[in-house]
């Protein structure tokens, strides 16, 4: 079997495992990532891997051993309902990487990304960087399970998660990805070098009113939580130069025969530039209020978390441009929309990042897929970047 379908068979396999029949859906420390565990560590120790799985219960290998080194890796979990290849395609190709000679290369899946059990995204790569504290131990789930009792309960043990730090001879972090969106695919290339990752906050926004029969309370009379969220849901659609998303309501209580009582919407904005993105949800926030006024409703709000835009290390950027042209392929720039786990490792790493083409932009669905060629393609520029990094460091 060639290199690229070998990757593209394993993405699919693992796909395989997940926490819902007919579904691909898998979340931190569930069952299912046991079983994803087993497949990545056998397909890591076929490769000449050293294997470990760390108390965050990121899974680690690593060859040639010897200083510098460099990590590659990307996330195993997903979103619920998700495609194959979102995270665990860029674990893949850094496998089939690892054996690339005069560079030192630790490859990581990250056990969590998505931030679908806790509502806190990127506790895998957290844990590299010395960054998962007390408080987001401390998270729970929907049944009231904290992430420290979650790694416990899944065999492994928090107080070891000094340990999962990054060591002093790392050197650089590189990540392959699909893009998730259509730009590639409408230019027609097969990889592009990302600059770096769009800003995001993420918050959540409610609405409360007054429960009544829905049959009985005259419409000039209603507090209706729900057709205040609205308004202001078509609000957040008409925002410009962001991308805002609310993709999550709760909506109290919740019967078709009583006016809702109470709203709980999630607020996801993103932009390159810090201080549009954080314009954009203060003016979105001002309008939830005079919209809440209007209706005799009240609103609060509360940040569930918020990333500054990240750059790409310029020097590793340019070796990965220069890596493309000389694989034969025509070099191409752009900016990340989604969160990524080299927005973590950038704080301590330089990083860069590779993507490659998703046909029809289609991502986070189980539509998502990948080319062959373009999955070729990553693998002779992924190893000429390497080989650069081995020639010249960081």
């Known amino acids: 079997m060639e290199p690229a379908e070998r990757v593209i068979e394993r ?39 050293n294997v470990r799985i760390d108390a965050a219960g990121n899974v680690r290998g690593s060859r040639n051993s010897g200083a510098p080194r460099v990590i590659l890796g990307s996330h195993l979990d997903t979103v619920p ?3 194959a290849f979102d995270g665990v ?28 059990r806790f509502g806190a995204p990127f506790l895998g790569s957290l844990a590299l960087i010395g960054a998962l504290d007390d408080d987001l131990l401390a998270r729970r789930d929907a049944r009231g399970t904290a992430v420290a009792q979650a790694i416990r309960d899944f065999g492994l043990d928090p107080t070891q998660l000094p340990e999962a730090d990054l060591t002093h001879d790392a050197v650089a972090y590189c990540e392959f990805h699909i893009e998730q969106g259509p730009v ?32 009985t309370t005259p419409m000039n009379l209603r507090r209706d939580a729900l057709a205040g969220a609205a308004e202001w849901i078509l609000a957040v659609e008409r925002e410009t130069g962001v991308t805002a998303t ?17 709203v709980s919407a999630s607020l996801d904005v993103r932009h390159p530039e810090d201080a549009v993105r954080e314009a954009a949800v203060a003016r979105l926030l001002a309008c939830a209020e005079q919209i809440a006024e209007r209706r005799s409703l009240t609103t609060s709000h509360h940040h569930r978390s918020s990333n500054d835009t990240v750059l790409m290390n310029q020097r590793l950027t340019r070796m ?11 070099p191409h720039r752009m900016f990340s929309g989604a969160g ?49 990094l081995g020639e010249r460091g960081v």
């Open 11 to 49: 993405c699919r396999q693992i796909a395989r495992c997940s926490d819902e029949p007919g579904f691909t859906t898998r979340t931190f420390l569930s069952p299912a990532a046991r079983e994803v565990h087993a497949l990545v560590k056998d397909w890591m120790q076929q490769a000449g891997m």
């Open 320 to 330: 990965l441009d220069e890596a493309l042209r000389d694989s034969g392929f025509p």
């Open 81 to 83: 309902h998700a495609g």
């Open 340 to 388: 990524h786990d080299a927005m973590i490792l950038a704080r301590r790493l330089p990083s860069a990042m590779l993507f490659l083409r998703s046909p029809g932009g289609i991502s986070h669905h189980p539509d998502e897929t990948v080319r062959a060629e373009d999955v070729a393609a990553a693998l002779i520029a992924g190893r000429r970047f390497l080989e650069m």
């Open 184 to 215: 590639l695919d409408r230019l027609g290339l097969p990889l592009a070098v990302v600059a770096g990752i769009a800003g995001q906050s993420r918050l959540t926004v409610e609405f409360e009113g007054a429960a009544n029969h829905a049959g």
């Open 89 to 116: 395609l860029g674990v893949m190709l850094a496998i089939e990487l690892a054996d690339t000679p005069n560079v030192c290369v630790e490859v990581v899946g990250f056990s969590e990304e998505e931030g679908v």
């Open 246 to 262: 609310v993709g999550q309501l709760e909506v109290r209580p919740g019967a078709g025969n009583v006016i809702p009582g109470f």
